[in-house]
């Protein structure tokens, strides 16, 4: 069966410090993935996401994702922290049923020290 | 600006009673979902609906029931709540276009929190 697993339950880096999160997946075709965030109290915003081609993706808020195949995994990174970045983040996986469906990780809480 | 919209942000309900979340949607999707999301658990599939009328169960159905009787609204129903249902309800929507994955692009509403005492 298809798994998402996100290993960092929580990580905490320093305001202005690099930051990679990590994401694996299982999929035996070229999966679908997601990387959304959540702010404390609110719904799930979409960062960024791959569906082919070039395996760097660029989203929003200065997030970047690179999909390696041969690690199975999709690690989501930001040259440099900052406070409002603090939040829940979910690394995702589209079903392999074609439905719309998606898998989800456990989640990663950031914190961010000043 | 795509919006997903649920009735409540906080919810608190008895034990037994039943129990209405509402989510609609203005993006004419025809995908809506119900998910609940607890600490440590992540994002767990209740209900979907792909149509009008149209349901499927996802990882975890019991206790909940669902009604899509419009495009732009999906409802899930707690027939009797119970203090284990105490959670996050996060409903999302996506479109059936199926270009490059877009099918599995879900746009989410704020939540409700809900708590069964």
Known sequence: AQSVTQPDIHITVSEGASLELRCNYSYGATPYLFWYVQSP???LQLLLKYFSGDTLVQGIKGFEAEFKRSQSSFNLRKPSVHWSDAAEYFCA???A???GKLI???GTTLQVKP | DVKVTQSSRYLVKRTGEKVFLE???????ENMFWYRQDP???LRLIYFSYDVKMKEKGDIPEGYSVSREKKERFSLILESASTNQTSMYLCASSSITRTSGSIYEQYFGPGTRLTVT
């Open chain 1, 41 to 43: 109290g609110q719904g």
């Open chain 1, 93 to 95: 996986v589209g079903d």
């Open chain 1, 97 to 99: 049923g074609n439905t």
């Open chain 1, 104 to 106: 989800f990780g456990q």
């Open chain 2, 23 to 29: 989510c609609v949607q203005d993006m004419d999707h």
């Open chain 2, 40 to 42: 440590g658990l992540g």
